[in-house]
């Protein structure tokens, strides 16, 4: 994440001040302002008029710094320990707070319908207005494949290969959404996954946020949200759970992608980006580069080599019969993670090591 200008908090201030106000509002204003000028005018004809107005004036500007610096801090501090309760969460009400976030947004759930058609948008909106505000935007959805998505069907009693959709449709509008920004505030936007349950849930906008937990029988969103501060010890408590998750989890490219390189043993290398599935702990790649690269070698002087893969060293290229079970399995399992279709795929079987 790039650092924050120095001009960021004055070029807020500023934006804030050309924001237009309610046309009853400037009314008001105008009227004090005449009813004030009209008061001086008439008090002018008192003696030692000058010194009254400024032991006046001189009042007014301590009772001003006074209510600026101590009494609105210590108001402001005790607004901190106070939770407000939400009913349900409301997606387009987070997606307005988003909109006028200026340093952080945090999202952290199993998936989230925000991320669903019928919010999506807004919350997007939202997000590119964050982002150009130099808002940093932290997504973080549970790992697919992770064994946590079965637990977490088991507690909402449905299949975790429903669980597992939910989040693969998240991803994909992630994804797209990503490619529509531009190259700064793409940098700002950062969408991660943990194979481990947070256990509860986090909205964030700016130093605010909206925290539940993960509950039996019903999605987190459907029940009660409660709204606290981020210093507060329940807002302080969500957000060292965010960042350990952050820590221990993957960029979600590396759920949709994996960077590959093929060694020809007689004509170089040449590295693709592809996109992949897994079946009987085994992976299979797909793309139509790849496919053509290898049409064009002899795939006894080709090996796959990428440092994402669990096992190392060279791996053996083996297509996949196209007329088999496996080939089925495999366009299915692809279209449910990329809502795409392949037609050719290949396993990267690990190579025997050579024995004596």
């Known amino acids: 994440m790039s650092a924050r200008s120095p001009l960021a908090r004055p070029r807020r201030l500023l934006r804030a001040l050309r924001t237009p106000r309610r046309p009853q509002s400037l009314t008001v204003l105008g009227l004090l302002a005449a009813v004030a000028a009209l008061l001086l005018w008439s008090s002018s004809r008192m003696d030692n008029y000058g010194e009254n107005l400024t032991l006046n004036l001189g009042t007014d500007i301590v009772g001003v710094v006074v209510t600026v610096f101590v009494i609105g801090p210590l108001i402001s501090r005790a607004q901190e320990g106070r939770v407000r309760e939400h009913t349900r969460l409301d997606y387009e009400w987070f997606s307005a707070q988003v909109h006028g976030a200026t340093s952080n947004v945090k999202v952290l759930d199993t998936f989230s319908s925000v991320f669903g058609p019928q919010f999506s948008e807004r919350l997007f909106r939202g997000v590119k207005a964050a982002t150009g505000h130099g808002a940093r935007v932290q997504i973080l959805l549970l790992d697919p494949d992770s064994l946590a998505v079965i637990l977490r069907g088991r507690e909402l009693g449905e299949r975790s290969a429903d669980i597992r959709r939910d989040i693969m449709r998240n991803l994909r509008t992630l994804d797209r959404f990503a490619q529509r920004l531009d190259e700064e505030s793409r940098h700002l936007l950062e969408v991660r996954l943990c194979s481990t349950s947070p256990g509860v849930t986090l909205y964030r906008w700016d130093d605010r ?116 079970e496996l080939h089925a399995l495999l366009i299915q399992h692809f279209t449910e993670k990329y809502d795409a279709t392949a037609t050719a795929f290949v396993e990267l079987r690990p190579t025997a090591p050579l024995t004596e």
Not at 209 to 221: K, P, Y
């Open 209 to 324: 946020s909206l925290v539940s937990f993960l509950t039996v029988g019903r999605l987190s969103g459907e029940g009660v949200q409660l709204e606290v501060a981020v210093r507060s010890p329940l807002g302080t408590f969500v957000e060292q759970r965010f960042d350990e998750l952050w820590q221990q989890s993957k960029p979600m490219e590396e759920f949709t992608h994996l960077p590959l390189t093929l060694v020809d043993a007689t004509d170089g290398r040449r590295a693709f980006s592809c996109r992949f599935v897994r079946a009987d702990d085994a992976l299979y790649v797909a793309g139509h580069d790849l496919v053509s690269y290898m049409a064009r070698h002899r795939l006894d002087q080709l090996s796959a080599h990428s440092d994402a893969l669990s096992a190392p060293g060279a791996h053996e290229l083996v297509v996949v019969d196209d007329e088999s």
